[in-house]
């Protein structure tokens, strides 16, 4: 075979290294270099636009660097405005800002025994913790170069078998896909922001680059980290770079660092397929560690494609950043200014913690503002009449509020108050809270009164409106004659005078009023029995009741009523004494004197009157169920009641007993004689 050219001995020596490369792969087991991956927390800054329910995305990855599935609500304890306590080990994680970094910010967890020492403050449980898929920022970064020339074990070049597992890849991705998808070749981008992975396919297809002239460099790579800050339809999605390049020379791998660390920074996924031969490793030692520092750092990995080896799938790198999970709290902040927030999640002997996050909360009491409220009141008298008196008027005055929020958080409210002069007057707990009534019964001469009202929303934030000045005019009345004496106060003496006096009248008439009998004259056998009753008779006055003082003392009553149960036996304590020279007899202690309680019984039912010594007269006020004395109706004249009576108040029985009784009587017989 004869070299012509440079070109031709170039292709040789290329084709000749091929050789010797498939040779050693049958002897040695190639396989490729994975960096490892660290266990990480990344959290969103949180949404508190609908304070106080709170919101942030979740990215939790366990040690092998895998998205933690079925995440519970009971296992992310939420910590807000205060530090758990940090391991010597634990790096400072890095919190971007959100206008110029993706959203998710990395946050490097810890791993802690169970029952750690140390004072913990409360966690607060979120309400709903949802798994969602917001897409992906997927960026294709093609660096070429002449290695990728070299055949492969089926023949084809290195190049097309890299494309062909690209377009594999894109075309097991559905039609319309949530992902934005990028095509970067050198400096050129290609395509920018597609959802449709046929175009992605296309924009490979249609790529020819010019392999064996081409300067391997970091301008796709730096092009695609241009690229990874644009502004995304969805602000939750991640970002990821595949970079296919070839070896490097050693001007662009001193700028790896550099970039690493800006995609770091970023939050930008970069995995890396080295397409070099397998001694690379070793060979290329400063270059090996960069590619697998940029790796690692930004949570990607290094595959090393000999030509030989089979080409990993790009969803495997790709799906541990299609998920989020989206948290809700309800947040117990009560001030606004700057606060910080903290997550934790433990399953079983695992505990991943997040760094603190910063975020300022704009948080105002509410504002309540009166809606027109009146400059001035006037009260005036109503015109009076005999049958109506004159009033004040208004007696009321209703007013309304407007209640707003400065910090543009609308939110329940829990009470708005009025005040008038410091004092509340009216108060609201419940819906309706915006509107108020003034009583102004109270307020009879002019004054001048500040009024003001006061909000309280659900977090117990409290703030009261300015005071507002209100002259009360009150009329001066001009009285008639007769206005006194229509009083409500004065009618009601009155009343109570005259029942007093129609009663007193009424007692003195039973008093007086002596019961009569019609005898036969003639027949004997209608004569009385002297000794069975005794008439009523004229008799010394009975005694002046004795002072209270001596009624504390031992001294029986003259006389009583004791009441019996059902079957006729005394019930223990439950005796009327008849000391008085009157006892009224009632179910209601302001109409009676002596209180039965049973519904047979009227509030008004009898009454006992002492006018002599043993003399009781019993008479019935009117009842309802009646009294009775040994089953005979008494009426309103009364009758004189005798010692072992048996008396009724409706259905409650009594026995009449006389301290000192006077001798039955002995029967007294007439003779009969017969009619001439």
Do not use: C
């Amino acid at each position: 075979m004869q070299l012509s050219s440079p070109e031709h001995r170039r292709i040789f020596i290329t084709r000749l290294g091929t050789a010797l490369i498939l040779l050693l792969s049958q002897v040695f087991a190639i396989s490729p270099v994975h960096s490892q991956d660290m266990a990480r927390l990344r959290i969103t800054a949180p949404d508190t636009s609908q304070f106080p329910l709170v919101s942030f995305a979740l990215e939790p990855f366990d040690a092998e660097g895998t998205f933690l599935a079925a995440l519970q609500p009971g296992e992310v304890l939420i910590y807000e405005d205060a530090r758990l306590p940090e391991q010597e080990s634990t790096p400072p994680a890095t919190v971007l800002p959100v206008e110029t970094t993706p959203p998710l910010a990395t946050l490097t967890p810890t791993v802690e025994a169970e029952g750690r020492a140390g004072q913990v403050p409360l966690p607060i449980i979120p309400q709903e913790v949802v798994k969602i898929e917001p897409g992906m920022q997927i960026l294709l970064a093609f660096n070429p170069g002449l290695s990728m020339l070299y055949p492969t074990a089926d023949s084809r070049t290195r190049f097309q078998v890299l494309r062909s597992a690209l377009e594999a890849w894109a075309d097991s991705r559905p039609s319309a896909t949530p992902d934005q998808l990028y095509f970067i070749a050198g400096e050129e981008v290609r395509l920018s922001g597609s959802n449709q992975p046929a175009q992605w396919i296309q924009a490979m297809m249609d790529y020819a680059p010019d392999l064996l002239n081409a300067t391997p460099s970091l301008a796709s790579l730096t092009r695609a980290l241009d690229l990874a800050v644009d502004p995304l339809p969805n602000p939750l999605s991640r970002r990821a770079i595949l970079w296919i390049t070839p070896i490097l020379p050693p001007a662009a791998v001193q700028g790896l660092p550099s970039l690493a660390d800006r995609a770091a920074r970023s939050g930008v996924r970069i995995d890396v397929w080295l397409v070099a031969s397998e001694p690379t490793p070793q060979n290329e030692s400063i270059l090996w560690q960069n590619l697998n520092e940029l790796a690692s750092v930004t949570g990607g990995r290094v595959f090393l494609y000999t030509g030989f080896n089979t080409l990993p799938d790009p969803e495997t790198g790709f799906a541990n950043l299609r998920h989020l999970y989206q948290v809700t709290y309800a947040s117990e902040i009560r001030s606004g200014g700057s606060h910080t927030l903290q997550v934790q999640i433990r399953r079983d002997d695992l505990v991943m913690r997040s760094q603190q996050v910063a975020f300022d909360l704009n948080l105002l009491p509410p504002n309540p503002i009166l809606i027109s409220p009146p400059a001035g009141i006037s009260r005036t008298w109503t015109e009076g009449t005999r049958q109506q008196p004159a009033v004040l008027q208004p007696d009321s005055l209703d007013l309304n509020i407007l209640v707003e929020f400065a910090d543009g958080r609308p939110r329940p409210l829990r009470a708005t108050r009025l005040l008038v002069d410091g004092v509340v007057v009216d108060e609201n707990l419940a819906a309706p809270f915006d509107v108020f009534t003034w009583d102004l019964a109270s307020l009879e001469s002019s004054s001048t009164s500040r009024i003001q009202v006061e909000a309280e929303d659900m977090l117990g934030l409290t703030q009261r409106s300015i005071e507002t000045l209100v002259e009360v005019s009150v009329e001066t009345r001009n009285l008639h004659w007769w206005d006194p004496l229509i009083q409500p106060e004065v009618l009601f003496t009155v009343a109570a005078v005259l029942v007093a006096m129609v009663g007193l009248a009424v007692v003195l008439l039973l008093a007086r009023r002596r019961p009569r009998r019609r005898i036969a004259k003639n027949d004997p056998l209608t004569q009385p029995v002297p000794g069975i009753r005794k008439p009523i008779r004229p008799g010394k006055p009975a005694p002046e009741r004795p002072s209270r003082r001596s009624r504390q003392g031992s001294t029986p009553p003259p006389a009583r009523l004791q009441r019996l149960d059902d079957a006729g036996n005394p019930v223990p304590g439950e005796v009327i004494d008849l000391r008085r020279r009157e006892i009224t007899v009632g179910h209601d202690a302001r109409h009676a004197m002596a209180v039965i309680d049973s519904p047979s019984v009227s509030s008004l039912h009898a009454r006992i009157v002492h006018p002599r010594e043993l003399e009781y007269i019993l008479s019935d006020a009117g009842s309802v169920a009646g009294t009775w004395v040994n089953y005979s109706p008494v009426s309103r004249s009364g009758i004189k009641l005798e010692h072992g009576d048996l008396v009724y108040f409706g259905r409650v029985a009594y026995r009449f007993l006389l301290a000192n009784p006077e001798p039955p009587a002995e029967p007294l017989v007439t003779p009969y004689q017969e009619m001439e």
